[in-house]
């Protein structure tokens, strides 16, 4: 009767927490055509670099633990840098932050992308051309506060209603074969 006690109340505790999961329906995430909102502070597996604040100092290439990252500049008319060459190998980097939280001008950050493979690694080295923000390639807030004011909350699986930061799925059907999903 002591061993009951002693065990009997943590498995009950925790039978109740997988039948109360049991009943509820499953949460599946259809990838390629269906994307959650990522976290605001993601350290996505690209930079976003911006060239009208980049001043060519090469802080960020400094302190890249593996000097991943090249810049070649030019004095330029005004005793000023100019940037020829800004160029990442995405293929090596670890994606730590060191360079983004470096920069003293705030011309790099995270970017929100998390797809980056590809059939080459050659692929994965980025020009300047190729790093620069557009419409495919958003900047994150990790290391950039008021970046991060404006992206959306991070949708939660959990949570259905929006104010809480959920984003609503489409249920899949129980599968009579496997189970749960499809």
């Known amino acids: 009767m002591l061993k009951f006690e002693r065990y009997g109340i943590g498995i009950l505790k925790g039978m109740a927490v997988t039948f109360k999961h ?3 329906p499953p949460i599946t995430v259809q990838y390629p055509e269906e994307k959650l909102i990522v976290s605001r ?6 930079l976003v670099w911006y060239p009208e604040k980049c ?14 990252i090249e810049i070649v500049t030019h004095i330029g ?16 980097c ?3 932050g060191l360079c983004v939280e470096s920069c ?25 051309e190729e790093l620069t923000i557009s ?3 958003k900047p994150s807030g990790y290391a950039r506060p008021n970046i991060e004011m404006t992206l959306p909350k991070q949708s939660l699986l959990i949570y259905w209603d929006r104010s809480d930061g959920g984003q609503k799925l489409n249920l899949i059907p129980l599968s009579k074969k496997r189970g749960r999903g499809v």
């Open 22 to 24: 049991l009943f509820r």
């Open 41 to 46: 502070r993601i350290r996505g597996c690209e």
């Open 135 to 137: 419409d495919l390639r």
């Open 55 to 68: 001043t060519g100092c090469a802080t960020c290439a400094k302190n890249c633990p593996q000097g991943n």
């Open 94 to 96: 670890m994606f730590c």
């Open 104 to 128: 003293p001008y705030e011309a790099l950050a995270m970017s929100v992308c998390y797809e980056g493979a590809k059939y080459r690694r050659s692929d994965l080295i980025l020009s300047k």
């Open 77 to 92: 008319d005004q005793n000023n840098y100019i940037v020829d060459k800004f160029e990442l190998d995405a293929g090596r």
